[in-house]
């Protein structure tokens, strides 16, 4: 069985960092995209970044390009989001998600990780 477990959150500052860590296993994931996707309180879940876990391409949405970074460890199954320059609208439930290729047959989610930017 696929398990992904978020870890990382926590109370940041404005302008502070934070590394989130998602610890995958069931899967050598050679074949899937890994996400991280945040929900704010009373807002829709959306998607923060992607990696694809054979060759680490990367892509953000808009609002995290140039402060968020996501990574992985083949090594450790292990898919990082490193968050530098946060602020209050970063605030969120950050889940880890992985989906299998070609067609997302697969599709995974962890149980999420607080994260709340202080202003």
């Known amino acids: 069985q696929v398990q992904l477990v978020e870890s990382g959150g926590g109370l940041v500052q404005t302008g502070g960092s934070l590394r989130l860590s998602c610890a995958a296993s069931g899967s050598s994931f050679s074949s899937y995209v890994m996400g991280w996707y945040r929900q704010a309180p009373g807002k829709e879940r959306v998607f923060v970044a992607q990696?694809?876990?054979?060759?680490?391409?990367?892509y953000y949405a808009d609002f995290v390009k140039g402060r968020f970074t996501i990574s992985r460890d083949n090594a450790k199954n292990t898919v990082y989001l490193q968050m530098n320059n946060l602020k209050p609208e970063d605030t969120a439930i950050y889940y880890c998600?992985?989906?299998?290729?070609?067609?997302?047959?697969?599709?995974?989610w962890g149980q999420g990780t607080q994260v709340t930017v202080s202003s």
């Open positions: 990696i694809i876990w054979s060759g680490g391409s990367t």
């Open positions: 998600n992985a989906k299998s290729l070609p067609r997302a047959t697969r599709d995974y």
